[in-house]
Every structure is written in structure tokens, then in C-alpha cells.
């Protein structure tokens, strides 16, 4: 495995950064504080202006679109392994990922129009994600049963003449709270006779289709994530065309598996670089105050922390890497124990990194004055988003009792 940055990622790299120390770092008190006015005003979801004037300049440096690989689309899409150290220096603040269109839930979702819409699906829909003209949504989650294991999922899409008839709840269905989200990628049970594994499909549903009700916002901790969201949403009767459904009825869990996987290791991407700037910022707290008479940084507990922190969040950006390297190489289903490991290893490492900042910080950490606690709320979010950590352990545990079985 070889990790080295190719020229043209460590030019791109060395762009991001200068761009994200320019324009983004900088701007980070004034974008809370437009979210907080538009609260006020009344409407936290609209989208902010600073965001939206750092666009034009992220595409103008050729910082635009870097996820998506192997598509004629967008000649300038990195492999996963390209994308990692650039995905990394977007999650170092929570909001910068969408100055790049490289957001979740887009990303995913432009991945799989990528991969099985049709030309159709594409022309109507990818085409203005990749523009940045509109935002989209993923509704897998529901409330009333253990969405964990998604064959549990109830949500019905019905064929009637030339449409499909779709009713259920959802909810963490993330972006639909945005003015601009168009479209939902939808996964619900098209035929619960068949097997198992063959119930469920995906289809695309425009959010502004008769039926559709926005129930409410989701908050984590206490932050409602505006202007993205996480909400609650109630289709009743939704109508759409028959050909909105995404490469036929019963392959919904193939589309997820090829979804999930490139969307996963993004998350993770993100979380490391979550935790490097906590680290960052912790050590930077404790060489600036005191504390008993010394510099809090001189006291030994400290010095522990700071090592395990260096030597945590290395160890997951080699495994985030490696599992980039596989998936590139071998394909997202050959590297499915290594996309679950990092999915466990990056959210928990960014969780205790993130907390002994806060605990550094004092008072200060837990308030808005600093980043961490609303950093703290998403990593803690990702241990649960896209399959908690029960899922993800059980999957490697399985992989591994099945490398060491007996042998007939």
C-alpha cells in the first residue's frame, strides 16, 4: 500500500488548505451568526450568505466536486483514496464540506444516480446537484421500527398502472430541511413475499410532490443542524412515474451497499479531521493558560491525553486509508469489513478526542464561544448514522469467526 500524495492530490491539498485558512476559518463566527439571525427572523433554514459567496470562489480554484470518481460527468473526481486527505480538511469545520458541493447527504445520493439512475435521472437530477443548484435527501430511517436492521423498514412503494403509490414515515432523513432539496432517494418494500433481501427498492421522489408532509426538525444535544436538518417526514399517498424507481423493484439493498460504503468512509474522513483539529485546539488551550501556578500543558495528565490523542487519530487515518486503498482497488463489497472498521474506529476516536478538548477548555467547551460542543454533537451522531457501532462490530465479528472456522 503505498499513501504518498500523488502531485496533482498534494496540489490540490496544499489549495484546500490555503483556502480553508483564507476564507473559511475566518468566517466561522459569522456564519453562526447568520444562522442565529435567520432564527430570530424566523427561519433557520434558509440558506446562509456566506456559504453561498464562498461557491463561486471554491469552484473558481478547482475545489469543486472532488468525490466522485469514474464519472464522464466530472472529469476532475478523485478516487476514494485521493479524496481522503482532501475530505479530511473539510471536517475540520462542520459546514465548509458544502463550500465544495462535497456534502453529505449530495454526495451519496450523486453517487447513486451516478451509479444506477438512468439517463432520465440523471439529466433531471445529478446534473443540478453537481451545479450546486439544488440539494437532495436520503430517506432510509423510521421511527416505529429498529431501523438498524432495514429489513425491518415498513415504508411501502406499490405499483399502480404506470405509478408507484408510496406511504410511510421517516425520519434523520438529513438535508430535507433546506429550501433547495429537490429530490429524496426514498428506500421502501416493493413486494414483502419475496426474500428477504429482495423486498425493499429505492425510488426518486420530488419533495414537492402532493403528500408529502415536513412533520419537524430532529436536534442533536440540542442543536437542530439549520440550515441542513435532520427531519421527520410523512409521505401519505405519494404518487410519482413508474420509472422513478432506481434499477428495478427489489435491489434496494444492492443500491444501499453501493451507497453506504463510499458514504461511510466520507463520514470518516470528516471525523479525523474533526479529531486533528480538536487536538489542535487542546493544545493550544493548554499552553495558554494556568493553572496552580504552571501552564495546565506542563501537568502530566495532559501530556498522556495529547499522546494517546496523536497516536489515536494517526492510527485511524492509516485505516481510513487503507480502507480507501481497498475500496478503489478490490470495490466497496470486497471491502466491507474495512469500511466497518473505520466506521467504528473514526467516530469513536473523534468522540474522545473532542472530549478531552472540551474537558481543556473548561466552561469554555461546552458553550458556543468554541466549536467543540456542536463538533462533539455530529461525531456523537455518526456512531449511529449510516449503522451504529453494534451493526458494524457484529459485521467484523462475523468476517473474522468465518477466516478461523473449521475446515471440513
Not at 451568526?33 to 446562509?48: D, H, K
Not at 451493526?391 to 462475523?398: D, F, L, N, Q, S
Request: aromatic content about 6%.
Amino acid at each position: 500500500m503505498d499513501f504518498d500524495f500523488s502531485p496533482r492530490v498534494a496540489d490540490l491539498r496544499e489549495r484546500l488548505v490555503r483556502f480553508m485558512d483564507e476564507h473559511v476559518y475566518p468566517n466561522e463566527t459569522r456564519y453562526h451568526e447568520e444562522v442565529e439571525q435567520n432564527r430570530m427572523r424566523g427561519n433557520a433554514w434558509i440558506p446562509t450568505k456566506i456559504v453561498e459567496e464562498l461557491k463561486p470562489e471554491a469552484r473558481a480554484a478547482g475545489l469543486w466536486n472532488l468525490f466522485l470518481p469514474r464519472s464522464p460527468r466530472v472529469p476532475e473526481g478523485l478516487n476514494n483514496l485521493e479524496y481522503a486527505p482532501l475530505c479530511e480538511i473539510m471536517g475540520r469545520v462542520t459546514w465548509a464540506s458544502e463550500v465544495f458541493n462535497c456534502s453529505a447527504p449530495d454526495t451519496g445520493n450523486m453517487e447513486t444516480l451516478e451509479r444506477y439512475g438512468t439517463e432520465t435521472h440523471k439529466s433531471r437530477w445529478l446534473d443540478r446537484l453537481l451545479r450546486g443548484e439544488i440539494r437532495s435527501a436520503f430517506l432510509m430511517t423510521e421511527p416505529d421500527v429498529a431501523s438498524s436492521d432495514a429489513t425491518n423498514i415498513q415504508c411501502r412503494i406499490e405499483r399502480q398502472g404506470d405509478e408507484y403509490v408510496i406511504n410511510g414515515r421517516k425520519w434523520w432523513s438529513s438535508g430535507a430541511g433546506d429550501p433547495r432539496c429537490a429530490v429524496y432517494i426514498v428506500m421502501g418494500k416493493t413486494d414483502t413475499e419475496a426474500a428477504k433481501h429482495q423486498q425493499q427498492s429505492m425510488i426518486l421522489v420530488p419533495s414537492d410532490a402532493k403528500g408529502i408532509t415536513v412533520k419537524r426538525p430532529l436536534s442533536v444535544f440540542g442543536y437542530d443542524d439549520a440550515p441542513h436538518g435532520h427531519m421527520e417526514i410523512l409521505l401519505e399517498n405519494v404518487r410519482v412515474p413508474a420509472d422513478s424507481i432506481l434499477l428495478g423493484e427489489g435491489r434496494g439493498f444492492e443500491i444501499a451497499q453501493g451507497r453506504l460504503g463510499p458514504g461511510r468512509i466520507h463520514h470518516c474522513m470528516r471525523s479525523v479531521g474533526a479529531a486533528e483539529r480538536a487536538l489542535e485546539l487542546m493544545c493550544r488551550r493548554l499552553s495558554s493558560r494556568i493553572a496552580f501556578g504552571k501552564r495546565i500543558s506542563e501537568q502530566s495528565v495532559w501530556h498522556e491525553r495529547i499522546a494517546d490523542a496523536r497516536c489515536m487519530i494517526d492510527q485511524a487515518r492509516l485505516l481510513t486509508f487503507r480502507a480507501a486503498d481497498m475500496m478503489d482497488k478490490a470495490g466497496n463489497k470486497a471491502a466491507r469489513s474495512e469500511i466497518a472498521m473505520i466506521k467504528v474506529v473514526a467516530p469513536n476516536v473523534a468522540c474522545q478526542v473532542i472530549d478531552w478538548a472540551i474537558q481543556a477548555h473548561g466552561g469554555g467547551g461546552v458553550s458556543g464561544d468554541f466549536p467543540l460542543a456542536g463538533m462533539y454533537a455530529l461525531q456523537r451522531t455518526l456512531r449511529l448514522a449510516d449503522g451504529p457501532d453494534e451493526v458494524h462490530r457484529g459485521a467484523i465479528a462475523k468476517a473474522e469467526l468465518g477466516r478461523h472456522a473449521p475446515r471440513p
